[in-house]
């Protein structure tokens, strides 16, 4: 599978961006997909997740309800929601897959095997 991740700027600090990730081929509701980030002079780390048929999320403390991942398998696109954000929220971030039928917790391992080419949030102060 193919991702490719849209939607990144720059916004205000307490202000709202939404990601989209669209993935090439027909068997994307096949795919739990999630969201890592990776900010300046640091390591890429988790955000959220959710399971192939949407019904299951899973999120980074540090975005705990401030951000929504959700999916739309019918338009093979993933999106991230991002509300109240912050400064420490800059990072370019990335959308990923594991493998075909794997379940999203495996993402929390970062075991990932798609990478989107990431896209790039800035958060003014």
């Known amino acids: 599978v193919q991702l490719q991740a849209s939607g990144g700027g720059l916004v205000q600090a307490g202000g709202s961006l939404r990601l989209s990730c669209a993935a090439s081929?027909?068997?994307?509701?096949?795919?739990?997909m999630g969201w890592f980030r990776q900010a300046p002079g640091k390591e890429r780390e988790f955000v959220a997740a959710i399971s192939w048929s949407g019904g299951s999320t899973y999120y980074a403390d540090s975005v705990k309800g401030r951000f929504t991942i959700s999916r739309d398998n019918a338009k093979n696109t993933v999106y991230l929601q991002m509300n109240s954000l912050k400064a420490e929220d800059t990072a370019v971030y990335y959308c990923?897959?594991?493998?075909?039928?794997?379940?999203?917790?495996?993402?929390?391992?970062?075991?990932?095997?798609?990478w989107g080419q990431g896209t790039l949030v800035t958060v003014s102060s």
């Open positions: 081929g027909r068997t994307f509701s096949s795919y739990a």
């Open positions: 990923a897959a594991p493998q075909a039928d794997q379940a999203m917790g495996v993402m929390l391992r970062y075991e990932v095997d798609y």
